[in-house]
């Protein structure tokens, strides 16, 4: 009998390779090459059978969703699981996914649905003490401890099929139809592409649990990413209380939508307001301190930039960032020098997202520009106003998305005025007042004329 063919696959992107090296040139990464059995190809009697073809004009109907009760929760869902559907979970370790899932599964299990928590990573008794913890023991939530994709499909098979399915975790997952260890590349999409035929043919809504890397990317190969119907984040900072459940891909829902929660010693509970959750400790008539007006999804959301400028004595002065992508502090740096007249080379700047959150939209340069220069001068920005606006390497400031949404959030909670970009003049509600901006150098000139003598010259002229 021929030996049967190796090939090494790498842990980290999944490419395949016919003999070992050091390094996967796909990725980069170093020592990640696996030695694993190659797949044949195999050989079917079974002939292709006809299907219709239909056109793109025809009557269409939203998917069948089933509600779990939390709110946040099916808000980045899409409304809800779809049946039939599977969604990737992905956090780092001990951020509350296991919390986030069991409390998903006991909402599900009290709508009279039937909920199943397959655990790969504790044991039942284990999952019992968290249940215990969280007032769920009552919940007729169905658990097992089980890695063995044919035993778990085999025993839900039996009787009705499931509303929902958590898996915690996929890295644990494995198959006897391939020979490599469980975790490696060929066991986690081998076993996701069993649960997903499962889940397609029962109807039962599948929530997979997926580790992540040292950078936040889900563990695995990309495919299982592909394979899903959606790929939910959940991220937090571990000295915060706040976490966030951010959708990352969603086929049957929008993207970019996020869920706020809030970790307390009972377990996860949501947040209904989180722009007021996230202000409610402002240090009002600080320096170096703005609001910005964001958007997250299709929810707006205010939240506290802070910054800090303070004179270096080190040959290169430090950039740290926490919430924001520390490119866009470069480039917001570099215009303000070059179009602002703010020197900051012999300075030291800190900028941190209050909260825990991480913003990743460029709607946010005038509110980081803003506190930046506030911390330089000295001078502390009104406390009942919010900034937002993308600013260009020319130093203009250009208009953004759902300006009225930014508005509108920013009224309810108290605030009576927003610099803006010039283009959103005219869009102010009812007693609110815009204050519109062009360039970058017109806001700095603002602050400057409150701040210290060494900042009321800029760009050539006196502010």
């Not at 980069?28 to 797949?39: P, Y």
């Not at 069991?102 to 909920?115: C, I, N, P």
């Not at 599948?206 to 790929?231: C, F, N, S, W, Y």
């Not at 958007?295 to 040959?315: F, K, M, N, S, Y």
């Amino acid at each position: 009998m021929a030996a049967r063919a190796q090939h090494f696959i790498c842990q980290n992107c999944g490419a395949a390779y016919s003999r070992w090296a050091g390094k996967c040139e796909a990725c980069g990464e170093w020592n990640t090459l696996v030695e694993e059995g190659a797949e044949g190809p195999r050989r079917s009697s079974r002939k292709g059978r006809l299907f219709a073809v239909e056109s793109l004009k025809g009557e269409s109907h939203d998917a069948p969703r089933l509600a779990s009760g939390i709110a946040e929760f099916d808000r980045v869902a899409g409304g809800g699981l779809v049946r039939g559907s599977v969604l990737l979970l992905g956090g780092d370790p001990g951020i509350g996914k296991s919390t986030l899932l069991l409390e998903v599964a006991a909402a599900f299990a009290r709508g009279r649905h039937r909920a199943v928590y397959i655990s790969g990573e504790e044991a039942v008794a284990q999952v019992r003490l968290r249940a215990d913890r969280l007032g769920l023991a009552d919940a007729m939530v169905e658990v097992a401890a089980e890695t063995s994709v044919e035993d778990i499909v085999a025993t839900l098979s039996q009787g009705a099929a499931p509303r929902l399915l958590v898996i915690d975790s996929i890295q644990t997952m494995w198959t006897q139809a391939l020979e490599a260890a469980p975790g490696t590349v060929t066991q986690v999409r081998g076993s996701a592409a069993e649960l997903i035929r499962f889940a397609k043919r029962t109807g039962a809504a599948v929530i997979l649990v997926g580790h992540v890397t040292k950078d936040g990317q889900i563990a695995g190969p990309r495919v299982v990413e592909h394979m899903v119907d959606a790929v939910l984040s959940f991220e937090g900072e571990g000295s915060q209380q706040f976490r966030i459940l951010r959708a990352i891909k969603n086929r049957f829902g929008p993207t970019d939508e996020i869920g706020v929660f809030e970790m307390t010693g009972a377990g996860l509970r949501e947040v209904a307001n989180p722009s007021e959750l996230f202000l409610s400790e402002r240090d009002l008539g600080s320096p170096g301190t703005a609001v910005f007006a964001g958007i997250e999804g299709t929810r707006p959301l205010l939240v506290e930039i802070q910054a800090l400028v303070a004179p270096t004595a080190l040959g290169t002065p430090r950039r740290a960032v926490v919430g924001w992508d520390p490119s866009r502090l470069s480039m917001v740096l570099a215009v303000l020098e070059a179009h602002c007249g703010i020197r900051l080379s012999g300075h030291d700047v800190y900028l941190n997202v209050a909260g825990g959150l991480r913003v990743q939209e460029p709607a946010a340069d005038v509110a980081a520009a803003a506190a930046l220069v506030s911390s330089l001068a000295r001078a502390p920005l009104p406390a009942d106003a919010v900034y937002f606006g993308e600013v260009s390497l020319s130093g203009a400031v250009r208009p953004v998305a759902q300006t009225a949404a930014r508005l509108k959030e920013a009224q309810k909670l108290g605030f009576t005025k927003a610099i803006v970009p010039e283009a959103a003049r005219n869009e102010a509600p009812d007693g609110f007042a815009l204050f519109p901006i062009g360039m970058l150098a017109n806001l700095v000139a603002d602050i400057a004329r409150d701040g210290t003598p060494a900042l009321r010259r800029v760009g050539g002229q006196d502010a």
